[in-house]
């Protein structure tokens, strides 16, 4: 099984950019699709970006995904921060038999 | 508009059984995988349980293999996951969440908004 690694906590004042990462720790992350939902407080999750740097229909442009080979890593970025942004978010990708969450990363906008 | 509603969650002891649903809408049910993910209260997410469109595939977390059935009723356009032998690491939120396919794939795009399961004696 493979895990993938995110930031406990990141903070960020309005209007600014932020950037989350997910790390894979084995195998490649360009071999399957990264997701990245957004869970704010008491509420379900709502997938923000699918494979890789898909936006769901609704899901404002100031939220972009990527990944990056050489990190083996992927990306969440959110430009121009609002206080609603502020939430859990989480990556996710699988391989032929396992599907994995990152552990999640609290963002806070002050 | 995509709209998920999971229903079933209720408390029960350990050893006990239930069963979720989730009635969709809002696009055409049987053209797409749907899957089970779970939260516990305060925790993160995992990933319960996959069906593909014409219900032939199916899929679980190790921990729950031999527990758990998923099922889906296409012409009532529902999903459904019956649990029995219930534990207390089972107590969670259950999500009903849809794929951007119909095939054997782990890509979310819809999320219901979850119907708490709590195992407890």
């Known amino acids: 099984n493979f895990m993938l690694t995110q930031p406990h906590s990141v903070s960020e004042s309005p209007g600014k950019t932020i950037t989350i990462s997910c790390t894979r720790n084995?195998?490649?992350?360009?071999?399957?699709?990264v997701q990245w939902c957004q869970q704010r407080p008491g509420s379900a999750p709502t997938t923000v970006i699918y494979?890789?740097?898909?936006?769901p229909s609704g899901v404002p442009d100031r939220f972009s995904g990527s990944i990056d080979t050489s990190s083996n890593s992927a990306s969440l970025t959110i430009s121009g921060l609002k206080t609603e942004d502020e939430a859990d978010y989480y990556c996710?990708?699988?391989?032929?038999?396992?599907?994995?969450f990152g552990g999640g990363t609290k963002l806070t906008v002050l | 508009e995509v709209q998920l509603v999971e229903s079933g969650g209720v408390a029960v002891q350990p050893g006990g059984s239930l069963r979720l649903s989730c009635a969709a809408s809002g696009f055409t049910f049987d053209d797409y995988t749907m899957h089970w993910v779970r939260q516990p209260p305060g925790k993160g997410l995992e990933w319960v349980s996959l069906i593909t469109w014409n219900g032939v595939s199916r899929h679980y977390r190790d921990s729950v293999e031999g527990r758990f059935t998923i099922s889906r009723d296409n012409s009532k356009n529902s999903l459904y996951l019956q649990m029995t032998n219930l534990r207390t690491e089972d107590t969670a939120f259950y999500y009903c969440?849809?794929?951007?396919?119909?095939?054997?794939?782990?890509?979310?795009?819809?999320w219901g908004q979850g119907t708490l399961v709590t195992v407890s004696s």
């Open positions: 996710q990708s699988y391989d032929s038999t396992n599907v994995v």
């Open positions: 969440v849809k794929d951007v396919g119909g095939n054997w794939n782990y890509v979310f795009d819809s």
């Open positions: 494979e890789d740097d898909q936006r």
């Open positions: 084995s195998g490649s992350i360009a071999t399957n699709y």
